[in-house]
C-alpha cells in the first residue's frame, strides 16, 4: 500500500468512527437520495409518493441490518467505493466485502417484496 493510500484509508477510518457516533446520537439514517421532497418538473405527485416509500423501504431494509453492513452500504452506495477501495478502508478481504453487498442487496430485496405484499393484502382489504 502507499502512503497516499494508507492516509485515504486512515482519513475514511476516521471518517467511519465519526458518522457511526454522529448516527448513535441522532438515532436517524442518512437519505437515500437527497432529492426526494424535491418535484422535479413534469413528475407527477403519485410518482414521487411511490418513490419515497420505495426509499423509505430501503432505507428500513437497512437499518435492519448490522452496523458493518451500514458502513458498506453508505461506501458503495453514497461515496461510490470499488470494492477493494473499501476492503482496504474497513481493513477487511474483499471476499467479505463481496458477500456483503449480495447479503445487503437480498435482504432489502425480500423487505420490499414483503412490504408490498403487505400493501397489496391491506387494499385488497379495505376495498372489500
Known amino acids: ?3 497516499k493510500q ?5 482519513l ?10 454522529l ?13 426526494i421532497g424535491k418535484q422535479k418538473v413534469g413528475q407527477d405527485v403519485e410518482t414521487m409518493v411511490i418513490h419515497k416509500e420505495t426509499i423509505r423501504g430501503v432505507e428500513e ?15 458503495r452506495y453514497y461515496l461510490q ?7 482496504a478502508s474497513l481493513d477487511r478481504p474483499e ?3 463481496k458477500s456483503h453487498l449480495k447479503r445487503i442487496k437480498r435482504t432489502a430485496t425480500k423487505h420490499l417484496k414483503r412490504q408490498a405484499s403487505l400493501e397489496r393484502r391491506c387494499g385488497n382489504e379495505s376495498q372489500r
Open 1 to 3: 500500500m502507499s502512503s
Open 6 to 10: 494508507k492516509i485515504k484509508a486512515w
Open 12 to 21: 475514511v477510518r476516521i471518517a467511519i468512527n465519526k458518522a457511526i457516533d
Open 81 to 87: 467505493f470499488t470494492i477493494p477501495e473499501i476492503a
Open 23 to 35: 448516527s448513535k446520537k441522532r438515532k436517524t439514517f442518512i437519505p437515500f437520495n437527497e432529492t
Open 95 to 97: 471476499n467479505m466485502v
Open 61 to 75: 431494509a437497512i437499518l435492519a441490518l448490522p452496523p458493518i453492513y451500514h458502513q458498506i452500504f453508505y461506501f
